[in-house]
């Protein structure tokens, strides 16, 4: 894009953002305690333990051993993690730059656990559901890669070592990396979910479209929303969510990979990968017993998309110490330099 008009493009999305809070301020805050909730409830507690846990796996294997567990590991994460994991790898120098497109063209999907029980078991009321949608995922990133797989940069651009690399094999340091990475994937996450909630009240929409808007801006919302619906076209837009990533999974993707990473072969894989999750999800559904009756109820059935368990709780408390001592760190840092230097 043209630099000129990506700042135009960027500076008219702001104003309209903030024109919006100005407007609809009672819409605006209902989308950003939305967006906490969320955060706190379901982000957070599935993302802040993986992001430590794959940081100190990756800091303890060989060179070999760590492009042997990226993809099981990302697959097990979902996308944010599969990012993480990328750009540390990258960052080590134990891929190069093709590998790292392809790593993410294979890996980057939502995780088994909201697939399988989020979208298929709560939302669709079927988790055999949810089974097909996550191996129709698995599917179509492996049709995609293997398809995009020429158009991805040659190999030998790997980045040397960073220096203090090893230093990640502390828990210390591991635990403010997550932090780092938990913080980019919520403010995207309460960034779209406030801008969504200002669309849904300044330009009402029928109940599909309205659906489809959530799902390219935040893709649980989307889910959420498609179920609601009932019948099959719920299993196709959430087939349709989970392949398109929406605009904040996007926007954390990119937040958390270095700028030597182009996203350009990631969004062809992920068109290539919506046909292909959609026609496994079309013929599963003929052949899958049992699926009619969940999927006619869908449009009466009560939709349950906020809980603070405890985990969530024990998890956000952590979070926010662990904010808090990096914090400290920090200013207690500074403050050294400030008096080594004077």
């Not at 024109?19 to 009672?26: K, N, S, Y």
């Not at 020429?150 to 932090?179: E, H, K, N, Y």
Request: proline share 6%; charged share 10%; aromatic share 6%.
């Amino acid at each position: 894009m043209n630099p000129l008009l990506k700042r135009g493009f960027w500076l008219a999305a702001a104003s309209a953002l903030l024109a919006g809070v100005l407007v609809r301020p009672d819409a605006a805050a209902q989308g950003f305690a939305q967006g906490l909730r969320l955060c706190v409830g379901s982000v957070l507690p599935a993302l802040f333990p993986c992001f430590a846990a794959c940081s100190l796996i990756l800091a303890q294997l060989t060179p070999r051993q760590c492009r042997a567990t990226l993809l099981p590991l990302s697959w097990l994460g979902g996308y944010a993690v599969c990012a993480q994991l990328t750009a540390r790898a990258y960052r080590r120098g134990n891929i190069d730059t093709r590998r790292a497109g392809l790593l993410l063209c294979l890996g980057c999907g939502a995780a088994p656990g909201f697939v399988i029980g989020c979208v298929g078991g709560l939302l669709l009321g079927s988790a055999p559901l949810g089974w097909v949608l996550f191996g129709a995922q698995l599917a179509g990133n492996a049709v995609s890669a293997l398809v995009c797989r020429p158009l991805l940069p040659p190999s030998g651009r790997r980045r040397p070592c960073m220096a203090g690399t090893a230093a990640s094999a502390t828990l210390p340091q591991a635990v403010g990396d997550a932090v780092n990475s938990c913080l980019s994937v919520c403010g995207c996450v309460v960034l779209f979910c406030t801008v969504s909630q200002l669309l849904q009240v300044l330009c009402p929409l029928p109940a599909l479209y309205a659906a489809a808007l959530s799902g390219a801006l935040e893709v649980s919302a989307g889910c959420a929303k498609f179920a609601a619906l009932g019948g099959a076209v719920s299993v196709y837009g959430c087939s349709l969510c989970l392949s398109a990533l929406s605009a904040s999974v996007w926007l954390q993707v990119a937040a958390l990979l270095p700028r030597e990473i182009s996203l350009r072969p990631l969004a062809l894989a992920r068109c290539v990968q919506a046909a292909v999750s959609l026609g496994i999800v079309r013929l599963a559904l003929g052949l899958l017993p049992g699926v009619a009756p969940a999927l006619a109820g869908g449009a009466n059935r009560l939709v349950v998309t906020e809980r603070l368990p405890p985990d969530a709780l024990v998890t956000g408390t952590l979070f926010l110490a662990a904010v808090l001592y990096k914090g400290y760190k920090t200013l207690y840092n500074n403050k050294y330099n400030y008096e080594v230097n004077r």
